[in-house]
């Protein structure tokens, strides 16, 4: 836990390593633990209100949901969040994003777990991700469904051979 409004007002600075699991909230959107590098620091805008400006590199796997193969990307992001509680959140401006806290504590996996799913195309897939074509995953997994088709109806009958035999 972390006081995060003490962190702002004191212009805190924070690196940390973090690993996210799949499941519960990232259920879908993740298919391997994820490494994150977080750093995140306080700060005040012009107007002197303390927030919180954060980078996240995660080492993201994923499933493609047109190929379905799986797909291992760096994904970057940044994300700027105004600590304050539910009274103090009307007064910010409509572009400055809340991070509605009463007493201030915080769980940083939470949150960057909120900020990962934010930030997470509403699409996963190749072409989204890596900019790279599908096709030629799928080109393999036709390759390995023919493999298979033409395989079995042999072992069948071998199968079936055996049995003869065994009767
Ligand atoms: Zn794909």
């Not at 995140?40 to 047109?66: E, I, N, Y």
């Not at 994003?97 to 007493?103: G, K, R, S, V, Y």
């Amino acid at each position: 836990m972390l006081n995060i409004l003490k962190f702002v007002k004191n212009a805190g600075q924070l690196e940390q390593q973090l690993v996210l699991q799949p499941g519960e909230r990232l259920e879908g959107l993740i298919s391997e633990p994820v490494d994150c590098a977080l750093q995140m620091h306080g700060t005040q805008d012009a107007a002197g209100k303390p927030f919180l400006v954060g980078h996240v590199q995660a080492k993201l796997v994923t499933d493609c949901q047109v190929c379905m193969e799986k797909i291992k990307v760096n994904f970057d992001f940044n994300f700027e969040l105004y600590p304050v509680n539910s009274k103090k959140a009307e007064d910010l401006n409509d572009d400055q994003e809340p991070l509605i806290t009463e007493d201030g504590d915080v769980d940083i996996k939470d949150l960057v777990i909120n900020e990962l799913i934010l930030a997470l195309p509403s699409v996963l897939t190749h072409e989204v991700l890596t900019e790279e074509d599908c096709s030629k995953h799928q080109i393999m997994r036709a390759g390995e469904v023919v493999e298979q088709k033409k395989r079995s109806p042999f072992e069948v009958l071998k199968q079936l051979k055996s049995d003869d035999f065994n009767s």
